[in-house]
T-cell receptor
């Protein structure tokens, strides 16, 4: 079955450490997104990519980095510059580049916590 | 600028009772409107989407929503609640037409079903 796979499900970060969250999709979707979810805050867009080798900052990109070297993969790195990284991270995709009227397909998320 | 407001961070209804989750939006152009559902520790799933074809939109699991332009509302309803409806629900708004357009999520409403 096609879908989005996020790994790991749980991740712990030590002080000063960079960690990378994986997101892989086999839906052949062009556009991919990373959202951060905090309790009672809804979803906030971190980064998005409409095509391979191109990505744009969302509303809360500071302290995060991404790459899009392959169509099916969009990893997110939480750097040591992100001082409050504890949150639930969701990866999503849409079929094509004109995406804002389309259904978002979501992965099952990664819970990141600070040790 | 677009925005969306969900009234009530928690709503409790008895099993079999009417479910009403409120969403109001702000948009300077005709919007696309969405309701998503999130079960614990999972990603979001699309319940329904308004794209101007019809003001009453039917979705999955017996949910529906009515677009009311005069009230700038897109409330979600279900005639009879089931225990399996317990989840968090997100209203979202988007527009299309520009590189900077994006989807904005509300802060969510957690629905509790009382036996």
């Amino acid at each position: 079955d096609g879908g989005i796979t996020q790994s790991p499900k749980y991740l712990f970060r030590k002080e000063g450490q960079n960690v990378t969250l994986s997101c892989e999709q086999n839906l052949n979707h062009d556009a991919m997104y990373w959202y951060r979810q905090d309790p009672g805050q809804g979803l906030r867009l971190i980064y998005y990519s409409q095509i391979v080798n191109d990505f744009q900052k969302g509303d809360i990109a500071e302290g995060y980095s991404v790459s899009r070297e392959k169509k099916e993969s969009f990893p997110l790195t939480v750097t040591s510059a992100q001082k409050n990284p504890t949150a639930f991270y969701l990866c999503a995709s849409t079929r094509d580049r004109q995406y804002f009227n389309e259904k978002l397909f979501f992965g099952s998320g990664t819970q990141l916590s600070v040790l | 600028a677009q925005s969306v407001t969900q009234l009530g961070s928690h709503v409790s209804v008895s099993e079999g009772a009417l479910v009403l989750l409120r969403c109001n939006y702000s948009s300077s152009v005709p919007p696309y409107l969405f309701w998503y559902v999130q079960y614990p520790n999972q990603g979001l799933q699309l319940l329904l989407k308004y794209t101007s074809a019809a003001t009453l939109v039917k979705g999955i699991n017996g949910f529906e929503a009515e677009f009311k332009k005069s009230e700038t509302s897109f409330h979600l309803t279900k005639p009879s609640a089931h225990m399996s409806d317990a989840a968090e629900y997100f209203c979202a708004v988007s527009t299309t037409g520009g590189r900077d357009d994006k989807i904005i999520f509300g802060k969510g409403t957690r629905l509790h079903i009382l036996p």
